[in-house]
């Protein structure tokens, strides 16, 4: 296993700002987790000389592969190159090789319109570096040794700093790295993330590798099984295990192994069944319809949908017998089947689901508590409903309420219990 | 202006295998911007022990604000309060008002059911601290001084972490800063970024103080304008001229000064005039209806949708006469104008909006090209349709088209030409 220690440096005052989020951190350091080399820090510095130079002096101590991003341009606040060859006692020299590439990068782009002559700035490299072709702009990267420490300089613009990346910096890193670090997410619904932590912890403490993280996202669960291998097929065989164990601890309320999301879990089963849905929105606005749209080809599953936020579009769109939402109200058990069976055959689907519900911040005339939300799945065996208190953050009561409706064509489809 | 200097650290090991973006880093500095306070450093380490206590010394010593994010939640790994308690010799001790909030949360969201006990861990807190209450999570955070140095901590969960800095981290903070920053966005729609830089590029670069930044913003535009003063009331004398200046520059494609959205701008508008509309989507697939109901409030002016993403729903449900989409195929000018229509029958409501078009990947029966989209507007006085090329991505093609249905709401009720 290798024990290099990497940190990435990025360097740019609009970091600092807030103006962007440091996305070339994240985007080296998956592709780090990849290759198996271990990242301990980020820092971020501004466009500042000294704090940079102190920066990369700490970096020094602590990491044997430093990786900055930023800083290369041909502006006079681009100081990354001349910062770390001082810090690293290299010099600068100018490369004929790389200043031609600049030269031609202007010619393809620009027609050698507009290239100032700063741009050659860019050509000034560490002595005896290995240099990186930037592929999507003018500025290139580099690399070299000293001291034992790696030192390799990207770009900002993040398609320039991953695309230089996976080109150049994975290749003369692959090297310091055996083996690698592979990794499953198992999705769930249907539990807290406390709960599932009770259920999982202690076999979660007592595994080192493969190793097992549970995480909270967004009105559901992940929990990410991880190995450290010398091969993909290494780590495979190690996590198969792991994966079981997993399985047969939170059993149903999986929902599926490496996929997006829970809507993309259902287009896959719905397409595999040869079934269609369709839904009747209320307190979800929109919500199921849009994120079943977001997948290319949910035409194939989906039939569409009415979000009727109105009793009259109950009535008259679904077709919702106006004594139930008289008698019951629109928030109720009875009329989140009216809707989801409407729905189904106003749509002529195979499936429909409803949410009607009280987001909030207010309440409704029925004066039930906001989040009371009901979740039907209407069938040709019949008609479920879930009856939920999704609490008082209107987004999450949305989201969740949305989940709730996934979730449900998910049971119906693999055979499990529909309602909670 | 204040000369202390802050530093960021984020805990948490999921950002370092570059599985999120540090957006809290992002939000916090976006925010102690405004508040004047110079950000120096970001750090992002894993939860360990160890390299965390090693991280804050390294702070400690440069600068004298210090934040964390991450690490405050109930599980093992949650660490951050442990470490920064020792590294600034506090103890920590069980607050029962803490506690007390935790065991209301769960109660208020789930009834009690399936409150674990490790929960109530978040509720030890550095002894004489500061206390910042939770507002969409369990977790409290807290600050304290000591030694001169501030300070901070709040939780990871970037809802969690953005709410309870501007509602207890910036009150806390204020008092530090001599004067501050303040800023309005211009909020921009219907030009291309390039387009507004290129009008607007010449004054740009005349103005330092106040400032005035473009910004490209998911298929729309926004410009902010930024003053540095002594207190508000001197930044917004000094803001006015500048923002009537780019108002003349920009005009009609202004939407709204400090609005959230175009959607939100809308709303505001139908209120005021008194006037509701529904919404008939075809490529946008519940896109609009999510968007307005994003917003508490909407069913004041919100009557419903009809997700139709096939011929029969719109048939069917909209009332479109099936000759229209035999003659000129369900993605047209004519099918956009007759589902609006529909839309407006079917909901009885004030105004519609349609989209139909070909998000992609692939294209449609009518062989025309991926981004083809018309939307339309139907009102009182008649109907309105824009023909747009929306380009190759779908998400993008999707959420401009959503745009586009607003804009035309916008521009009917503001009395400007609807057609681009």
Redesign the interface.
Known sequence: MSQHIAEIISVGTE?????????D?????????QLGLN????????DNDE?LE??VN?AKS?ADVIITTGGLGPTYDDMTKQTLCRCFGRELKYDEAAAQEIRNYFARRFHNHNMSENNLLQAYLPEGCTVFHNTCGTAPGCAFEEGGVHVLMLPGPPRECEAMFRLSAMPYLRRLSEGGIWSHNVRIFGI?E??M??IL?DYM?SLTNPSL????KEGECLCRVTAKAGTEAEAEEMMAPVIGRVREMIRDFIYGLDVESIEERCLQLLKDAGMTFS?A?SC???????R???I?G??AV?????????N??KI??LGVDAGIIKEHFAVSRQTAAAMAEGARR???SDLAVSTTGIA???TDESGKPV?TVFVALSSPEGTWVRSL?L?????RV?TVAAHHAFDMIRRYLTGLPVEL
Not at 25 to 33: F, L, Q, V
Not at 284 to 290: C, S, V, Y
């Open positions: 970091l600092l700002l807030g103006n962007v989020a440091n996305t951190a994240r985007d080296i350091s998956a592709m780090m987790s990242v301990y820090y980020h820092t971020v510095v501004g704090r102190a920066a700490i602590r807290g406390s709960n932590e009770n912890h403490v993280a549970p995480y909270a839904c929105e979800t606005g929109g919500l199921i319809a849009k079943i749209t977001d290319p949910a035409s989906f039939k569409g949908g009415a979000v009727t936020y109105t009259e579009a008259g769109i106003v749509f002529s909030g911040p207010d989040g208190d609490g008082t953050d209107r987004p949305r």
